[in-house]
């Protein structure tokens, strides 16, 4: 059902769409690259949040000459392999044929109201999208594509209000982020001994770190197959190189402990505080004395595991191996346990923040589909 006063428009209705252009052969040839105009590719459009801020090349004139620039606020929406990922221009930009160029008629159509209509037509142009070497949609999908428009006030009203949240979530993304960065200075920092924390008595500590091999830190236990005990009902959570991929009747381990990959994704850690079972790909790590379990889980989450790894195709780690990396140490356990409980607060810092996050993305997502839809209507009275 369409809303009162407004009305179903091609897009092509909207904004002129014209498909993007480089015509050099090979598409690599440097001959054309190296120049002031940004050339655009999926890949940064893709990356892009609201606005298009970067890319990965320009061209000269003469690359130029083969491709086509579009002006700022145009809407760049990708046609092959990730189709339908959206940005909008804050300059001159050129594109190969994989993009799309949309340009809003400015008496017709807001370009931020537009933008975000086509965020939600994403999964329906993927559907439409056809399957040679890779999947692709092209203008005669684009063009007709329906869409349910309000009258001009109204959409620059809806943009106002879905600006607003992006700010918000713009902002706590960079908060994140900027937590993340402190948390990694900090580990680098705490897990090399360049920064000492404090004693219970406020005394900062001074022992000297000795050198020693992980095998003196803990004890490395081979993963098992759990088909014998893989069940829907079981309460223990199997867990795998890539996290939980089943439950078990009876757990493998009911010690704190930290979890590596034996192959594939051996660079990622995984720190379990309850009872779990393992599987054969992987090796689970125990405590031996005066090896607090949670540091050692932040001091191998540091070292990149990756570098250690003993095939050149897909990585690989043996227990020998693991067991031969020699560490910095710090000989007292309190001083150990104070370096994880100062990076346990910076991981919770970060979960608030990215659950924050989320709860704004889901709220806006909700609030889209409500103003979008016309489902829910804005006063347009002081719309801009």
């Known amino acids: 059902m369409v809303p009162k006063g407004w009305d179903v428009k091609k897009l092509e209705e ?3 769409v014209e498909r993007g252009k480089f015509s050099a052969r090979p598409r690599n040839d440097p001959r054309f690259f190296g120049g002031k105009v940004p050339f655009v590719q999926t890949g ?11 890319y990965s090349q320009t061209l000269n004139e003469d690359g130029v000459g083969v491709s086509r ?11 092959a392999a990730n189709i339908g990922d959206t940005a909008i221009t804050c300059f001159d930009v050129a594109c190969p044929d994989s993009i799309v160029a949309i340009q809003p008629n400015p008496t017709i159509a807001n370009v931020y109201w537009l933008k975000k209509l086509l965020e939600t037509k994403k999964e329906d142009l993927d559907s439409k999208s056809t399957q040679n070497a890779q ?21 620059k009203k809806i943009a106002q209000i879905l600006s607003t949240w992006d700010k918000a ?8 982020a900027n937590s993340r960065q402190q948390k ?8 090399t001994g360049k920064k000492r924390l404090r004693d219970k008595n406020g005394v900062r500590f001074s022992g000297e770190w000795k050198k020693a091999p992980i095998k003196n830190l803990v004890e490395i236990v081979y993963g098992k197959s759990p088909k014998e005990v893989l069940s829907q009902n079981g309460k223990n959570p199997i867990y795998g190189t890539g996290g939980i991929s089943g439950h078990a009747i009876e757990p493998l381990c009911t010690k704190t402990s930290v979890l590596i990959g034996r192959k594939g994704t051996i660079d990622k850690p995984i720190y379990i505080d309850r009872p779990f079972w393992a599987i054969d790909t992987t090796f689970y790590c125990l405590p031996k004395q ?5 540091w050692f889980y932040y001091l191998v989450s540091m070292l990149g595991l990756k570098k250690y790894s003993e095939a050149s195709g897909v990585p690989s780690l043996s227990r020998e191996t693991l067991y031969s990396i020699k560490v910095f140490t710090p000989t007292s356990l309190e001083e150990q346990q104070k370096i994880a409980a100062t990076l346990s607060s910076a991981d919770r ?19 889209m589909q409500q103003l979008l839809t016309g489902k829910r209507r804005v006063q347009v009275e002081n719309a801009q």
């Open 169 to 176: 979530i713009d902002t706590s993304e960079k908060l994140l």
């Open 290 to 294: 005066n090896t607090h379990i949670k």
């Open 349 to 367: 810092e970060i979960e608030t923040l990215q659950q924050k996050l989320d709860c704004l993305k889901q709220e806006k997502k909700a609030l």
């Open 14 to 16: 909207l904004a002129l």
């Open 135 to 155: 999947k692709n949609i092209n203008l005669q999908v684009l063009k007709p594509l329906s869409l349910l428009t309000p009258p001009l006030p109204e959409q």
């Open 44 to 54: 940064d459009v893709s990356s892009s949040g609201t606005y298009l801020k970067a």
């Open 69 to 79: 620039v579009f002006p700022s606020e145009t809407i760049l929406i990708t046609i």
């Open 184 to 191: 990694k200075a900090l580990m680098q920092q705490l897990l």
